[in-house]
């Protein structure tokens, strides 16, 4: 056991150094959280105006979108990395090494959520610079980080899963481009559901972006809705564990097509 | 069990079929002794890859059976893991650690650590004349350089027996000759046996005691090269005819010279007439005066000593395809 988790620690280890020896990837994925935050900061500033949004500081309402959105933007992209392992042999030669298969599966699963993680609390921490109040204090953000890993843990392993299904860029390409904005904005990422139309309020209720952007908002409210929390981030939780689960039945697919 | 102690590889009547029906193995038996160097020769497709695959617990057979360093691939594969170092056709080098570091990780998957890594992955940099390489990421490396720190990462845990596959492939001449130099330095470590699948005759018969050449799935023939070759009694005689022969002209052909000219396999692969004589240079005023009755024209003819290539074309009744053209040539 402590062999699998040492091999799963090698494997992150390797993917994070990749990750830092290519700033300009690093750069980028650091930005774009930045110019979410304030571009529709900006723009949206006004929302908080309209009766029955509710918050005060559109700010505040934010945060927990972009943590959101920029969980499943980076995430959804895993799979191209995978494609480029096995195109460049790597995940073979991993294979007839004694390395454990679930480490080299989990080491993804780990690269991509400590990712998450990281991005997070950048976005987390420049809302604050910003101006913006986390009135549910240091609980509210952790479990606001934590619905951001879950949520890119699900989409980095389907993505992965299909990587390695499809073993195709642009299938990749195309799905992401395809769910990124209909994702983000089927959910109250940037507009109170109050003020939705009912229809897409009724499909926000079944995406789990929704659900992540949810139990993080209802963490950081200062009168935090357990109830809400509990439930989006326990279908967040199953819905994870059932895409890992996926992903690494893909592998076993892959292995027996080499 | 010294008998069976003393094969490192023991592949029987491997089938493998992929989906969309292709066969990709179709019967391979290879028996490869401990401590020698083996070669799969063949053409591309012929099956190599696909053995070398089943053989490193890559890919599993629809039937057959195999072991590597007495363990059963299917129900050992850790252990076989264990024994055996792999360079693929792909490099699978990680290109933006340094090559230090992909030693360092490999040396750990195999269980290595601390001083004793550090020490194995100095000394592999140093073999490979990757020491000062070794501090640079990957991807700046040349196609040489790469393919010596692959056999570097193949041999980081120092194992039983080492596949090569298609290890020159891709190289220039001269990076190809070093590699060349450094599989026959490998060859004479202690123990050390290599199975190295090759589409060039000129390496398998410079590498590898003992050959097997693989078409469509299955070994043809297999012997050490000089055997091989000695089985071609005499010289081999080639033709480069004018014009294209079609298939029942070339019948007739290779019938007319068998009876007329003295010459044995006589084959015919559209513009290249290939046959067997005792004495090759009296043959040759015979074949032309038969060709000549028969109305084929000649471009050119030569006369040679038997290749790996002719033992190709006997046994698997046509030319070896010219993978190569215009590649690294």
């Not at chain 2, 570091?101 to 195999?110: D, K, M, S, T, V």
């Not at chain 2, 009755?293 to 074309?313: C, F, H, I, Q």
Request: hydrophobic fraction near 45%.
């Amino acid at each position: 056991m402590s062999n699998s988790l040492t091999q799963t620690w090698f494997m992150t280890q390797r993917q994070l150094m990749a990750l830092v020896r290519q700033p300009a990837f690093l750069v980028i994925t650091l930005i774009q959280p930045v110019i979410w935050l304030f571009l529709f900061g900006n723009l949206f500033k006004k929302v908080t105006e309209l009766p029955g949004f509710g918050s005060g500081s559109y700010l505040d309402y934010l945060v927990p979108g972009v943590v959101v959105m920029s969980a499943l933007s980076s995430s959804m992209w895993a799979g191209m990395g995978t494609l480029e392992e096995i195109e460049r042999g790597t995940l073979n030669r991993f294979l007839t090494t004694p390395v454990s298969r679930g480490a080299i599966m989990n080491g993804n699963v780990v690269q991509n959520a400590l990712s998450v993680a990281l991005q997070s609390v950048i976005i987390v921490v420049l809302g604050k610079l910003g101006g913006a109040d986390y009135p549910g204090g240091a609980a509210g953000l952790i479990i606001l980080v934590v619905a951001g890993v879950l949520l890119g843990t699900i989409f980095g392993a389907m993505s992965n899963a299909i990587g390695m299904t499809v073993r195709q860029r642009e299938s990749i390409i195309g799905i992401n481009t395809f769910l990124l904005l209909p994702l983000t904005f089927l959910s109250s990422a940037f507009m109170a559901p109050e003020l939705m139309p009912s229809w897409m309020r009724h499909i926000a209720d079944f995406n789990p972006v929704n659900w992540a952007i949810v139990a993080g908002r209802s963490a950081m409210a200062a009168d935090p809705d357990w109830g809400d929390v509990l439930t989006r981030g326990g279908a967040l939780l199953a819905l994870a564990v059932a895409a890992v689960w996926l992903s690494t039945r893909t592998f076993r697919t892959y292995q027996r097509s080499v | 069990m010294p008998g069976n102690d003393a094969l490192a590889v023991d592949a029987r009547e491997l089938i493998k079929t992929y989906s969309g029906g292709v066969t990709a193995l179709d019967g391979m038996s290879v028996q490869v002794a401990a401590g020698t160097v083996f070669g799969l020769l063949g053409p591309n497709g012929a099956g190599k890859s696909t053995t070398v695959k089943i053989l490193t617990t890559l890919a599993r057979p629809d039937s057959g059976a195999a072991s590597v360093a007495g363990h059963d691939v299917a129900k050992k594969p850790g252990k076989v893991r264990r024994a055996i170092g792999v360079v693929s056709q792909k490099s699978g080098a990680d290109p933006v650690a340094t090559g230090r570091e992909n030693l360092i990780l490999q040396g750990r998957l195999y269980g290595l650590r601390g001083p004793e890594l550090q020490r194995r992955a100095d000394e592999l940099l140093e073999r490979f004349d990757l020491t000062d390489a070794g501090k640079r990421p990957v991807k700046g490396y040349s196609g040489g350089m790469q393919r010596r720190l692959d056999v570097a990462l193949g041999l980081v845990h120092r194992p039983e027996v080492l596949f090569l596959d298609e290890p020159t492939t891709g190289l220039d001449p001269e990076a190809r000759q070093a590699m060349w130099d450094e599989i026959a330095r490998l060859a004479g470590d202690e123990g050390l046996t290599i199975l190295l699948t090759t589409h060039y005759l000129e390496e398998a018969d410079k590498l590898a005691e003992r050959i097997a050449i693989v078409d469509r799935g299955r070994v043809v023939v297999e012997g050490t090269p000089d055997a091989l070759k000695g089985e071609l009694r005499g010289d081999a005689v080639h033709v480069e005819l004018r014009d294209p022969v079609g298939e029942v002209d070339a019948r007739l052909l290779t019938t007319a010279l068998t009876e007329f000219a003295g010459v044995r396999d006589a084959a015919i692969d559209g513009r290249r007439l290939s046959a067997r004589a005792d004495d090759g240079a009296a043959a040759v005023p015979q074949v032309l005066a038969v060709l000549e009755r028969e109305g084929a024209k000649v471009a050119a003819v030569t006369v040679a000593r038997p290749s790996l290539d002719d033992v190709y074309l006997r046994y698997a009744g046509r030319r070896f395809p010219d993978v190569d053209a215009g590649g690294a040539r």
